[in-house]
């Protein structure tokens, strides 16, 4: 038996309920609660292993406080790939890494620095070391 990968709408989708659920410091059994589900189901819906359908889409956007939209923007879309992502959508990569908890709270951090000059030093200092890491910063 060949597994199906999840489609890539269904796992945009999955990683835009998990970054939101973790900027609100939801946990998935928490938000499972709220949905009448367990934390696996949960699990699943985010990895985009199961699909998530019409009525539980507008439920979790109520939940997570997001207009249904939220859970779209910048995603593919069933159009060509020229036009699968909004002008000025953020690459995956972006999504990938506020997908993750230190990806949010590294954003939610340097967000609350309201001095110019000190951020563009830390995003001077993070590059400097990518750069040692081996890896391209831009």
Do not use: C, W
């Amino acid at each position: 038996m060949s597994t199906k990968a999840p489609n890539p709408v269904d796992k945009y989708v999955g990683s835009r309920v998990r970054m939101r659920r973790i900027m609100l410091g939801m946990s998935q059994e928490k938000l499972g609660e709220a949905l009448g589900l367990t934390f696996q189901q949960v699990q699943k819906y985010e990895k985009g292993t199961n699909r998530v359908g019409a009525s539980r889409i507008q439920q979790i956007s109520e939940i997570l406080q997001v207009p249904v939209s939220f859970l779209f923007e910048g995603g593919p879309s069933g159009t060509t790939s020229a036009e699968s992502f909004g002008e000025g959508a953020s690459p995956a990569y972006i999504s990938d890494f506020l997908a993750t908890s230190e990806g949010l709270a590294l954003t939610r951090a340097f967000t609350r620095i309201s001095d110019a000059k000190l951020r563009r030093s830390i995003v001077d200092i993070v590059e400097q070391i990518a750069a040692r890491e081996g890896h391209d910063p831009r």
